[in-house]
C-alpha cells in the first residue's frame, strides 16, 4: 500500500485541500481503492464524511483496529478520521501520563497491507509536530510537501528539507516527492518569480504543475464537506489538480486507469 503524508511544517498552505482532492482523484478517477486520514486534530479533512470522532485519536490510545474506519459517500474511499481527542493524547504526553509511542500507525498500515484493504493511503498531517504527525511520518513512504508562494514558505523549504533528513535517520524509509506550489496566481509576478526561485534553488524536487487560484470555489467546497475536486470539477484549482496527480502518478510509477 503506497502512502504518502501531505506535510508542511507552514499553515495555510493547501495542505488538505491537496490530501482530499489526491484521494477523491485516486479513487474516482484511477479506480484506486483509498484512505485517506486525517492526522490533524481540526479534523478538517474529516468533514468530508461529517465525522469528527473516534478515528486516529482512539487508534493512538487503544492501538490499531480496522473498526475505526469510516466509509464516505465517493465509492473507493474511506477515511480514518480525527478530532479534539488528538489534543488530549498530545496533553497526556507532555505530563507523563501516556508514553509517545511514535509507530502505532506504521504497524496498522502493516496490518491492511497484511489483508490487502487498499492500494494506497493519504494522510494529511498538521503543521506542528504533534503525536499523530510523528505518527504519518513513520508511516508514510513518500511525503508531499505543499508551499504557497509567499516568501516564509518559499525560504522556507530549505530548512523544511534539513527537518526531514533529521526525521530520515530515524525512518529511512521515507523520502520526498516533491513541493508542489499552491494558490497560484497566472498573473501574480512574485508567484511567478517564485516558482522560478523554486525550480531553481529548492534542495528537492518541485512539481511542473502548479494549483492555481480559485479561491471562492474553495471556501465554497469546505462549506458542503466536498472536495473542490467534486463540488466545483472545472473551476481551475480541481483542473490543477487533476493534472498535477497525473504527474504524481508518473513519478511514482503507479499506474493511472
Known amino acids: ?62 492501538g490499531p483496529s480496522s473498526d475505526l474506519i469510516v466509509k464516505t459517500d465517493i465509492p473507493g474511499l474511506d477515511l480514518l478520521p480525527a478530532g479534539s481527542g488528538l489534543y488530549d493524547i498530545d496533553l497526556e504526553c507532555m505530563i507523563g501520563k501516556r508514553r509517545a509511542d511514535f509507530w502505532i500507525l506504521s504497524r496498522f498500515r ?21 503525536l499523530s504527525c510523528l505518527n504519518a511520518i513513520t508511516a508514510a513512504d513518500r511525503l508531499i510537501v505543499p508551499t504557497d508562494s509567499d516568501a516564509y514558505s518559499v525560504t522556507g523549504i530549505a530548512d523544511l528539507v534539513e527537518q526531514i533528513d ?28 517564485a516558482r522560478k526561485y523554486l525550480r531553481e534553488d529548492a534542495p528537492i524536487h518541485v512539481f511542473q504543475t502548479v494549483i492555481r487560484r480559485s479561491d471562492e470555489k474553495v471556501k465554497e467546497s469546505t462549506w458542503v464537506g466536498q472536495p473542490v475536486q467534486e463540488w466545483s470539477p472545472w473551476c481551475y484549482t480541481a483542473r490543477d489538480y487533476r493534472e498535477w496527480v497525473a504527474e504524481l502518478l508518473q513519478r511514482e510509477g503507479i499506474q493511472y486507469e
Open 1 to 62: 500500500m503506497r502512502t504518502f503524508a501531505i506535510y508542511n511544517r507552514k499553515g495555510g498552505v493547501g495542505k488538505t485541500t491537496t490530501a482530499t482532492n489526491l484521494a477523491y482523484i485516486l479513487a474516482e478517477a484511477c479506480k484506486k481503492r483509498v484512505l485517506l486520514i486525517d492526522a490533524d486534530s481540526q479534523g478538517n479533512t474529516s468533514s468530508i464524511s461529517c465525522q469528527k470522532s473516534g478515528g486516529l485519536a482512539e487508534l493512538l490510545r487503544n
Open 166 to 193: 533529521s526525521i530520515r535517520k530515524a525512518v529511512p524509509t521515507v523520502s520526498v516527492s516533491g513541493v508542489l506550489i499552491t494558490r497560484w496566481g497566472k498573473t501574480s509576478a512574485v508567484d511567478h518569480d
Open 110 to 130: 502493516t496490518l491492511l497491507e497484511e489483508d490487502n484493504e487498499y492500494d494506497i493511503a493519504v494522510i494529511d498531517c498538521p503543521p506542528y509536530p504533534s
